[in-house]
């Protein structure tokens, strides 16, 4: 019997945990803990093997992360996602850099200096890019007025939301919100 931690890049959401655990059961490994990014498995004998594990994974759009700077990445993107889906972002006054370095236990220099150099985009983009799919989301519902979407998602105002939004889509909020088919990405296209 081997216990192993399987690091798992593009988990996004809870569906992406459902479809990982019955992927691994599948093959035979009993899943002793899931959470976004991370599966801690049980495996016994040498079946079934890391490649078939990792071909199992790529058949839904998942893959297994080997080295330590790639962990650091699929992290900072899960720990990203998390805060912007926790609705935390309208009340939390706490800095990108702090969040960061105090949910990863690492430099923010070193976090930064990882992100950058294996996605060639800094950590900041990144982040906007996420809450721009968020507000498109959130424009898409037609629940809440731009206003509202700007503060959950911790802008200040609205116009600071307005120009990202424009600037990233090519289009103004109220263009966006008029499409019969608006082009929305999947997180972990971001």
Request: hydrophobic share 35%.
């Amino acid at each position: 019997m081997e216990k192993m931690t399987l690091h798992i890049k593009n988990m996004v959401c809870d569906r992406c945990e459902m479809v990982i655990e019955t992927a691994l059961e599948a093959l035979g490994l009993e899943v002793d803990h899931i959470q976004l990014g991370k599966a801690e498995v049980t495996r016994t004998g040498d079946k079934p093997s890391m490649h078939e594990i990792e071909k199992e994974l790529e058949r839904f759009n998942f893959g297994l992360i080997k080295d330590e700077e790639s962990v650091l990445v699929e992290k900072v993107k899960t720990s990203l996602i998390q805060w912007i889906d926790s609705g935390d972002l309208e009340t939390d006054e706490t800095s990108l850099s702090d969040y960061l370095a105090r949910n990863l236990a690492k430099s923010y220099a070193t976090i930064s200096r990882v992100f950058s150099r294996k996605e060639e985009l800094t950590i900041e983009k990144y982040f906007i890019r996420l809450k721009i799919e968020k507000a498109k989301e959130l424009v898409g519902y037609g629940t809440l007025s731009f206003s509202e979407i700007a503060y959950q998602l911790g802008y200040k105002n609205l116009q600071h939301l307005s120009r990202q939004f424009k600037e990233l889509t090519g289009m103004s909020m109220s263009a966006y919100q008029k499409l019969q088919n608006p082009g929305r990405k999947s997180l972990d296209k971001v």
